[in-house]
């Protein structure tokens, strides 16, 4: 898999069984790494990059073609889990190498390779003695950048990489909680003058959200600010060669639920390029370069999202889905509630009966409520499966609170060392704030449901708010944080070795027997992200305390439910579990 084109166009480099190969055109197939221990890979991504970091490649053609850079990935300290199928006991189980918190990750170094074969190991950890993860490996005009960060997550540099593989310290960004990770940065850029800087964002804590704005590095370390405050960057697309930087980035001034593409100038100045008043919707870029960009852009307006083709600051072309529309509309009604201005958005039933006056709708909560993905954003396809399940006789409240993106860097970091606290806190605000404003909804009957870090959500509340919710949903959860990787678990709870009540405050194991509100579990077996141990250990849990709990254990299921009729079914299993326990509208 990854076959790579080398720049010239003389190679195919790629990766088979945890080897490295490069294919010369003329027919040639050579193994340029391999190792006889299954433990060890070359040209891949480890389990954290690719499931926390983003970064899915294992190696990078040099610009001249001549060698690779190549990540060498060792899984001897890695547990091991075994994924099994129970409705297949004749088949034996997976092996799988998992991190979880607390526990060895794999070392990841890197190397340098010949398309002859040589190889030359890259001594990262002579400038960077305590990383533990390779964020990123990039080649740019000055040589090969490598960005590393620390176990801790607040330690991260940027180092440059020479011929002989030694490194120098470009720049090092360091944070006394975690350093958020911006994709595309650092990154090593050039001004209009041809002056080296690295490019890289800087939180700034102030008031309720704090700003995350774009900064340049000059070779005297003096920091340049290049972004207003009222722009959160989400990331950095690309630096050009005259200076300017493309960025997606939040709008505060227009919404969190909007995000927007600009380009900003050597000087400070920002262009915008996709996103203004006139189109507000969520708009990134997929590809650009000096000539030429392609932005996929998405709304509450069109039926799909549509790739505009921009070439020289003129569109030339847009590319449109074929797929079948959705058969829903969303028809959102976005507030605020709170005093910090939480993003919540509630969708009523598309028959006009059942918006009227005088009904009373129960409620269905449909959170997500975690890092890194927010649920309120003006998209048809985000509220898609939300306005299904309001026409199906529900008022549909989803609230991003503490934690979630598009807000600021003080509002992600409230979750530092309590991921429950906060999160639950925020769920009940938005909640109520909604019920304030639109009279249609029943606070009487609150289900929620939600799904990953959402089913915890919906689990943590009905453990500890039963008087505000009546039943709930809970998909794939995370029941006990010992049991999700390092990678992600440790950023904001910290290694459980050392912060044992961070874990006890988040972690919902010991709180089963207080569960007094009917619950529906779904996990499917063959998950190895939120691996099914987390359910059945409830339940089991549930079990032992005498506690009457419904438990769906799906079959060959992994952590996302791709199979359209497991998928169709569930949704509707689990609208008649909300049904049983919350009823249907009722005129008030």
């Known amino acids: 898999f990854d076959a790579q084109l080398s720049p010239d166009g003389s190679f195919v480099a790629y990766v088979n069984d945890g080897d490295l190969h490069v294919i010369h055109l003329a027919g040639t197939d050579i193994v340029l ?77 890197l190397w340098l390779i010949g398309t002859d074969g040589t190889s030359t190991a890259i001594a990262l950890s002579d400038v ?101 405050p009222h722009l959160l960057i989400n990331r950095v697309v690309r630096v050009a060669t005259d200076g300017s930087i493309l960025c997606c980035v939040t709008d505060r001034n227009v919404g969190s639920m909007y995000s927007s593409v600009v380009n900003i100038s050597d000087v400070g100045t920002c262009a915008l390029i996709a996103g203004g008043p006139e189109e507000l919707g969520m708009h990134t870029v997929m590809a650009a370069d000096d000539q030429c960009m392609v932005i996929r852009s998405s709304s ?122 906060p999160v639950l806190a925020d769920q009940v605000v938005g909640l109520l704030d909604a019920a304030a404003q639109v009279p249609q909804l029943d606070l009487t009957r609150v289900g929620i449901r939600g799904w990953s870090f959402g089913g915890y959500t919906a689990a943590l509340a009905v453990l500890r708010r039963p008087d505000v919710f009546h039943c709930a949903v809970v998909g794939a959860p995370v029941i006990d944080w010992r049991l999700y990787d390092t990678g992600y678990t440790e950023r904001y709870l910290g290694d459980p070795q050392f912060d044992h009540e961070a874990y006890e405050r988040s972690s919902l194991i010991n709180e089963a027997a207080t569960l007094t509100r009917p619950i529906q579990l779904i996990h499917g077996l063959a998950d190895d992200n939120v691996v099914a141990a987390h359910s059945l250990r409830f339940s089991s849990a549930l079990v032992a305390a005498g506690i009457a709990h419904e438990m769906l254990p799906l079959s060959g299921v992994t952590h996302m439910t791709p199979q359209e009729e497991v998928a169709e079914n569930l949704l509707l299993l689990q609208v008649d579990f909300l049904r049983r326990h919350l009823g249907g509208p009722i005129d008030g």
Not at 81 to 105: C, K, L, M, Q, V
Not at 384 to 391: F, N, V
Request: proline share 7%; net charge negative; charged share 25%.
């Open 33 to 109: 790494a391999h190792d006889d221990d299954p433990n060890i890979s070359w040209g891949m991504a480890d389990f954290n990059a690719s499931e926390e970091f983003d970064r899915f490649r294992g190696f990078w053609w040099s610009p001249d073609s001549t060698q690779l850079a190549v990540a060498k990935v060792d899984n001897n300290l890695v547990s091991s889990w075994f994924i099994a199928d129970p409705a297949h006991p004749d088949r034996p189980s997976s092996e799988h190498r998992y991190p979880a918190a607390g526990t060895a990750n794999a070392e990841v170094t």
């Open 128 to 228: 960077h003695p305590e990383y533990e993860y390779v964020l990123d490996v990039r080649w740019t005009s000055e040589g090969l950048v490598v960005v590393t960060l620390d176990r801790e997550q607040m330690d991260q540099r940027v180092v440059l990489v020479a011929v002989d593989g030694n490194c120098t310290e470009l720049h090092r960004v360091t944070d006394d909680r975690w350093v958020e990770l911006i994709p595309g940065t650092p990154r090593l850029g050039k001004d209009r003058l041809g002056d080296d800087r690295i490019i890289h964002t800087s939180d700034v804590v102030v008031g309720d959200q704090g700003d995350r704005v774009l900064v340049a590095v000059d070779a005297s370390k003096s920091v340049i600010p290049k972004s207003p």
């Open 300 to 421: 509450l307006v069109g039926q799909r999202a549509e790739h505009r083709v921009i070439r020289h600051g003129q569109q030339v072309g847009v590319l449109r889905s074929l797929a079948d529309a959705p058969l829903v509309t969303p028809q959102p009604l976005f507030i605020r509630a709170g005093i910090r201005q939480i993003p919540v958005a509630v969708l009523l039933p598309s028959d006009p009966n059942l918006r009227r006056a005088g009904v009373k709708l129960p409620i269905i909560m449909d959170p997500y409520a975690g890092p890194h993905a927010a649920r309120v954003i003006a998209t048809r396809a985000a509220l898609a499966s939300s306005q299904w399940l309001a026409d199906q006789g529900f008022a549909v409240v989803i609230v991003d609170g503490r934690g979630t993106p598009g807000i600021g860097p003080v509002y992600e970091r409230a979750l530092y060392r309590d991921l429950a606290g």
